[in-house]
């Protein structure tokens, strides 16, 4: 059994956000980690891309940003990763959350960050993992879909499950929908993820996350309504 999450200290660990786009898993965390009581700070956002619009909007929170292009390193994922190494370390961070980041890690820089590295994927894996996860749940017909945040493993879209939270999927949905409604849960979700691994309140038993307390899991379950008779 390993217990996830930053050492335990006076202050409140500090956060990277990485992202590679619009950015509004971002927002929801750092509009979360304004609040007094939160355990965790937001305390840098870097992309990959110099375009990120999020780089916009985490300037208007009042983040710092960094931005390592990772276009220019081609396939060269270590030297890419060095860098990004040496920003988290000047950023003091102890945790990472990928907000749509969509790069891949060595294998030796997930498990240097193991436990402590969360991403957020639109579809309950483990169906779905990957490019366009609205467009496989609508193909494969399934009636409920949702969203996940999970510990990072080297596979994509996969590791130890913290937390899920589940819509129910309409006839006439398209991916744009479907996208749509589910982002509203994943705004949800990703903060209250954060907050347990932040407070310590996480372990990791194999492939599985438990909570050290099993009070913590009331109010974590989002699931859609009952359809009106
Ligand atoms: C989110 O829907 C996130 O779940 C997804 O990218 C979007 C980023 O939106 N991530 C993945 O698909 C990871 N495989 P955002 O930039 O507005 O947070």
Same mark, same amino acid.
């Given at each position: ?36 009581? %939160? ?15 999020? $780089? ?48 891949? %890690?060595?294998?030796? %820089? ?17 169906? %779905?993992?990957? $490019? ?5 749940? $609508? ?43 589910? $982002? ?46």
């Amino acid at each position: 059994m390993v217990k996830a999450g930053p050492h335990r200290g006076a202050s409140k660990p500090r956060v990277a956000i990485l992202i590679s786009g619009r950015g509004s898993n971002m927002v929801a965390l750092v509009e979360a980690a304004k609040a007094d009581d %939160f355990p965790a700070e937001i305390a840098v956002v870097i992309s990959n891309r110099a375009d990120a619009a999020g $780089l916009a909007r985490a300037v208007k929170e009042g983040v710092p940003t960094v931005t390592i292009e990772s276009k220019s390193f081609g396939k060269d994922r270590a030297a890419f990763e060095e860098k990004l190494q040496s920003a988290l370390e000047d950023h003091r961070v102890e945790l990472i959350c990928l907000g749509g980041f969509m790069r891949l %890690f060595t294998a030796e %820089f997930v498990q240097a960050w193991y436990g402590k590295m969360l991403n957020i994927h639109p579809s309950l894996l483990p169906s %779905f993992p990957g $490019l366009d996860p609205h467009g496989q749940a $609508l193909s494969a017909g399934v009636k409920v879909s949702g969203a996940t945040v999970h510990f990072v493993t080297p596979e994509t879209d996969a590791g130890p499950i913290v937390m899920q939270g589940v819509v129910e999927v309409r006839d006439d949905d398209t991916p744009d929908t479907l996208s749509e409604r589910i $982002l509203t849960i994943e705004h949800q979700i990703y903060p209250n993820a954060l907050r347990l691994l932040a407070r310590g309140k996480l372990r990791l038993d194999g492939a599985v996350c438990r909570l050290t307390d099993e009070a913590d899991a009331a109010g974590s379950l989002i699931s859609p309504r009952p359809a009106k008779e």
